[in-house]
């Protein structure tokens, strides 16, 4: 694929940014909780002298649309909005639990993994993905929030265990399992490259299934209601 896709995402305490061009994807990743709204612009300046590739060469956007912190995700939102308008091209948003499921399948070879991101206030953002033909991470059911204890579907889960909220609750999140967690990774977070791995072959073929959307369209997920 030749196209040049910018991929963003601040929805939780990482800040990162991929660029795909050349068939090749360049990355900034850091943790740095509170400056995601400089950073953010400086990683994609970063990534742009880089690679030669500016805006006015860019094809398509991709965001972390959430679930995350709230002013996070309205970040990576605003900027993806902002930029597709100005310059007329296509979004894609993608799930940051289906990103940290990206992420495990390819570190761990898993095939199943059930995502639990810490949502504070005692809660876990959560979501089920099982790995597709295509090797990319599908999700199964609808993604949600929940206390530990009442995650859907835990007590039948056979996989690996991925995300932050494995850290913060691992006990009670244990206690709900039927024994079928074969490994765990609680310091996974979402990752632009990830994404970007998600989003493209849906740019490629100019795919619908929700994927791409209008500017308008490219909307953040808070999960928690009201806000």
């Known amino acids: 694929m030749s196209a040049n896709v910018l991929a963003i995402d601040t929805a939780t305490e990482a800040c990162s940014a991929a660029l795909h061009c050349d068939g090749a994807v360049c990355r900034r990743f850091e943790i740095a909780p509170r400056r995601h709204n400089t950073l953010i612009f400086e990683m994609c300046e970063s990534l742009f002298r880089e690679t030669g590739v500016g805006l006015d060469r860019l094809d398509a956007l991709v965001f972390g649309k959430g679930p995350g912190a709230f002013t996070g995700v309205r970040i990576a939102a605003s900027m993806a909005q902002s930029v597709a308008y100005a310059r007329g091209l296509p979004v894609v948003p993608v799930s940051d639990l289906q990103a940290v499921a990206q992420r495990a399948m390819e570190r761990h070879a898993a095939d199943s993994v059930l995502v639990a991101m810490d949502a504070r206030m005692g809660e876990v953002y959560y979501g089920h993905f099982i790995k597709g033909a295509d090797g990319l991470a599908a999700p199964v059911g609808e993604e949600g929030l929940a206390v530990p204890g009442r995650v859907p579907g835990a007590a039948d889960f056979r996989g690996i265990g991925a995300g932050s909220g494995w850290r913060a609750h691992r006990e009670a999140l244990n206690a709900v399992l039927g ?39 490219a909307l953040p997920v808070y999960l928690r209601s009201p806000v």
């Open 179 to 217: 024994g079928g967690l074969s490994a765990c990774d609680e310091e996974l977070l979402p990752d632009a490259a990830a994404m970007l791995t998600i989003a493209l072959p849906g740019i490629a073929s100019g795919a619908t299934a929700g994927t791409v959307v209008e500017p308008m369209n």
